[in-house]
């Protein structure tokens, strides 16, 4: 998959683990997430998968942490919650939302696999033991759209590693090295007028 990786993200790793800067940062990106996947909803769609968007991207806030844990880097933990979301928005045949087009699935699942099988996530349980307690929110599906998918923003040829666009543009196979003294308050949501990419 083809993300962005610059000093924002590494900021939010080491924040998202603090004490209240942590749940600031952590609420800030379930929202900027929700609102950006809800804004590539097919027009009419975005207001009914906002609450599942919300509850989903919460979630995959803790597996983020879960896979830093287990020795991923920035990169491909990050990778590991877009590829669950994809999986999601697969599942409801919300192929308009996709980052990556549906045959590269498999793909992108084999490449995690051990730390899938972990946790019990598959194609079919995007959320595995992640899935809260209470559930999430649910939003009416367009399974239609599965039998001639459209994946407008969908970025294929990336399925074999965790490919990284710099500041510079240059395309860093894997994820850019983790620079040393990170501020964690240059995360985004520390600050009200930060942004994120």
Do not use: C
Request: aromatic share 10%.
């Amino acid at each position: 998959m083809k993300l962005r990786q610059n000093v924002r993200h590494f900021a939010a790793k080491q924040a998202m683990t603090l004490p209240v800067v942590g749940e600031t940062v952590t609420d800030w990106l379930v929202d900027f997430h929700t609102n950006y996947f809800a804004d590539l909803a097919e027009p009419g769609h975005a207001d009914d998968r906002r609450d599942h968007l919300g509850d989903f991207f919460d979630a995959t806030m803790d597996t983020y942490v879960a896979a830093l844990e287990d020795g991923f880097p920035e990169a491909e933990a990050r990778e590991i919650t877009h590829v669950q979301a994809n999986f999601d928005f697969y599942n409801h045949g919300w192929t308009e939302m996709m980052e990556v087009p549906a045959d590269e699935l498999q793909a992108h699942h084999e490449r995690y696999e051990t730390f899938f099988g972990k946790h019990g996530i598959t194609i079919s349980d995007p959320l595995g033991e992640f899935r809260p307690a209470d559930g999430i929110a649910e939003a009416p599906s367009t399974p239609e759209k599965l039998e001639d998918p459209e994946h407008p923003h969908a970025v294929g040829g990336f399925a074999d590693d965790a490919y990284v666009e710099t500041e510079d543009g240059e395309l860093v196979v894997g994820g850019q090295a983790e620079p040393e003294d990170i501020d964690p308050s240059e995360a985004p949501g520390v600050d009200e007028e930060s942004t994120a990419d």
